[in-house]
C-alpha cells in the first residue's frame, strides 16, 4: 500500500481482501498480527470518513457565491 | 478629399449634379434611404434571428429587435402589415421576410417586416445537437473514461434551480439517506436564454470549490461531486442541456459530474458527457448518496469478520504450538525406536539374502556335479571303449606319429595293459 492516505473505496477493498485473508487462515503469528492491525487501522479511517461526510448544507444564488469566491481570492 | 466624396456623390446619384461645399445630412439621409431601397440584395430578404425587445404599442405597431450572437437589427411590423402568431415572444427564434429601410428622422436602419414565422425550434435545435454530438463523438469525449463515484462524497455541489421542487426533494432524499452530509446547492436559472451561460458560470463555481486550496481558505473539504439537475420539461424548456458550453463545462470538471435532468425518453448532451448519466435528481440522489445506516451496518461487519478471522488464527497458532510442543517431547525416543527398527529390517534384510545366495551356489554346483559325471571317461570306457596313452602319459587320439615297435599302454574301465606297436595303419581320407 502506498504511503497516501486511501479513498474510502481503497480502503475498503483492502480490508475486504484482509478479512478473506484472515477467514482463508494459514498463516503464521506475525502475518496475523500485522494483517489484524492494518484491518483495524482500515475500518478506523473509514469511519472516520464517515464523519467527515458530515457538514453544513450551503444554499447560494450563483452570484452569492461567485462574489463570495470573488473577494476570497482578493 | 471632397472632391473624391463629391465624385462617390455624383456617382451615386447618377444625375450629373455638381454640388459645391458640404451636402446637408437630411438630403444625404435620403440617398441612403434610396439607395438601400433600390437594392435587390435589402429587400423582400429571409432573416433568422430571434427576438428580442419585442413591444406591441396601442398605436397597433409592433418594434423589435432581431439577432444572433454575430449582431442585431431594429425591426418593425407595420400595424395590420402581417399577421403575428400568438406564440412569438421575448427569445422567439424567427424567420422574417423584410426590407431594408432608414428611417430618415432618426437616421435608423431598420427591417420592415412583411412576414414573421416562430422557426420550428426543435428542428433546429435538433440538428445543432446532432452536429454537437458527432463533433464530441469525433474527439472522443463520448467514449472517455469516466470518473469514479466516490463511494463516500463528502462535499456535493448541487446545480440546479433554486427553490426548485427537483431540489427540494434532492434534499428529502439525502436527508433519509444521509442525515447531515455536506453539500452546496449553487442555485441557477435552468432554462431560458440565459441558463446555458448560467449553467456553466455554476459548474465553472463547483470547478473552483473542488479545488484544495480554495476548499481549505473555505474550511470545508473539496467538493468531490457534482450533481447538476432539474425536473423535467418540454423539450425545449431542457435544451440547455444540449449546448456546447455545458456540454464542455461537464466535460472540464475535475471531480465526477452527474447529469440528473429529469425527462424520460430523450437522452440530452449533458447525459452523454457526464460521469454518471440519472434519469431525475432524485435517481442521482438514490445512486450517489449511500444509505449511512448500510454503510455503518458494513462496516460494523467488517470489524466483527476481522475479529473473529484473527482470533481463530491466534487460536490455530496456539494449537500449533502445543502440538510441536508434544511432538518435541517424544521426539527422541521415537528415533531410537525408529532406528532399532530400522537396525532389525535390515539384520533381516542381510540375513535373506544370504540365505538366497547360498541356495543359488549349491544349485549351481549340483547342475555342475551332474554334467561332469556325464562326460567323465570312466563313462565312455564302461561302454567297451579303451583310451590309449604313450609310455610317457599322453593320451594318443591319431597314428600319426606311432613307431613300430613303441610302447603304449591301453586302458580298460576296469584297468589297463602294456603293449607294443606292431604295425601302423591309417585309414583313407583321414589326415
Known amino acids: 500500500m502506498s504511503d497516501e492516505k486511501p479513498t474510502y473505496t481503497e480502503a475498503v477493498l483492502r480490508l475486504e481482501a484482509i478479512v478473506s485473508t484472515l477467514e482463508r487462515g494459514g498463516m503464521g503469528l506475525d502475518e496475523t498480527l500485522k494483517l489484524y492491525e492494518e484491518g483495524a487501522e482500515l475500518l478506523k479511517l473509514c469511519k472516520s470518513e464517515l464523519a467527515e461526510a458530515e457538514g453544513k448544507l450551503n444554499e447560494l444564488q450563483l452570484d452569492e457565491i461567485e462574489s463570495e469566491l470573488q473577494s476570497e481570492k482578493q | ?431
Not at chain 2, 404599442?57 to 395590420?80: C, N, P
Not at chain 2, 421575448?90 to 431594408?100: D, K, N, P, Y
Open chain 2, 1 to 431: 478629399m471632397f472632391k473624391n466624396r463629391g465624385h462617390f456623390y455624383e456617382t451615386m446619384t447618377g444625375s450629373g449634379q455638381v454640388t459645391t461645399g458640404p451636402l446637408p445630412i437630411g438630403q444625404f439621409a435620403q440617398l441612403v434611404k434610396r439607395t438601400v431601397a433600390h437594392d435587390p440584395l435589402f429587400r423582400n430578404q429571409a432573416l433568422k434571428g430571434e427576438v428580442t425587445q419585442w413591444k406591441q404599442y396601442a398605436s397597433g405597431h409592433t418594434y423589435f429587435s432581431l439577432r444572433d450572437e454575430d449582431g442585431q437589427m431594429s425591426a418593425v411590423i407595420w400595424k395590420g402589415k402581417c399577421s403575428i402568431d400568438p406564440s412569438i415572444k421575448e427569445g422567439s427564434e424567427v424567420v422574417v421576410i423584410a426590407t431594408l429601410d432608414l428611417y430618415v428622422k432618426r437616421g435608423n436602419i431598420q427591417l420592415v417586416v412583411q412576414r414573421i414565422e416562430p422557426v420550428n425550434v426543435l428542428g433546429e435545435l435538433e440538428k445543432a445537437k446532432r452536429l454537437l454530438l458527432e463533433k464530441l463523438n469525433q474527439e472522443g469525449e463520448l467514449e472517455r473514461t469516466r470518473q469514479r463515484i466516490p463511494a463516500v462524497p463528502k462535499h456535493i455541489a448541487i446545480v440546479t434551480g433554486a427553490g426548485s421542487a427537483a431540489l427540494s426533494d434532492m434534499h428529502r432524499l439525502i436527508d433519509n439517506r444521509w442525515p447531515g452530509l455536506r453539500r452546496t446547492v449553487i442555485g441557477v436559472l435552468v432554462q431560458g436564454p440565459r441558463a446555458p451561460q448560467e449553467i456553466v458560470r455554476g459548474l465553472a463555481v463547483t470547478r473552483a470549490l473542488a479545488n484544495a486550496e480554495v476548499a481549505k481558505h473555505r474550511n470545508q473539504p473539496p467538493v468531490d461531486l457534482v450533481i447538476l439537475g432539474r425536473g423535467g420539461g418540454s423539450p425545449e424548456d431542457l435544451w440547455a442541456f444540449n449546448l456546447e458550453p455545458v456540454a464542455r463545462a461537464i466535460l472540464a470538471s475535475p471531480v465526477p459530474v452527474v447529469s440528473a435532468v429529469g425527462h424520460e425518453s430523450d437522452v440530452l448532451v449533458s447525459d452523454l458527457v457526464a460521469d454518471l448519466r440519472a434519469s431525475t435528481p432524485s435517481d442521482a440522489i438514490e445512486r450517489v448518496v449511500p444509505s449511512r445506516n448500510e454503510i455503518e451496518f458494513l462496516l460494523d461487519e467488517m470489524d466483527e469478520r476481522l475479529k473473529v478471522a484473527s482470533q481463530r488464527q491466534l487460536i490455530d497458532c496456539r494449537q500449533k504450538i502445543t502440538v510441536l510442543h508434544s511432538r518435541l517431547r517424544v521426539a527422541p525416543l521415537a528415533g531410537l525406536n525408529r532406528a532399532k527398527g530400522e537396525m532389525m529390517r535390515i539384520a533381516s534384510r542381510i540375513e535373506r539374502a544370504t540365505r538366497q545366495s547360498l541356495n543359488i551356489q549349491s544349485n549351481i554346483l549340483a547342475r555342475c556335479e551332474a554334467s561332469l559325471a556325464a562326460v567323465h571317461p570312466q563313462r565312455v570306457l564302461e561302454r567297451g571303449y579303451s583310451m590309449t596313452q604313450t609310455a610317457e602319459g599322453s593320451v594318443l587320439s591319431s597314428v600319426d606319429g606311432l613307431q613300430t615297435g613303441q610302447d603304449i599302454i591301453l586302458h580298460f574301465a576296469d584297468g589297463s595293459a602294456d603293449a607294443q606297436i606292431i604295425k601302423t595303419q591309417k585309414n583313407e581320407g583321414t589326415t
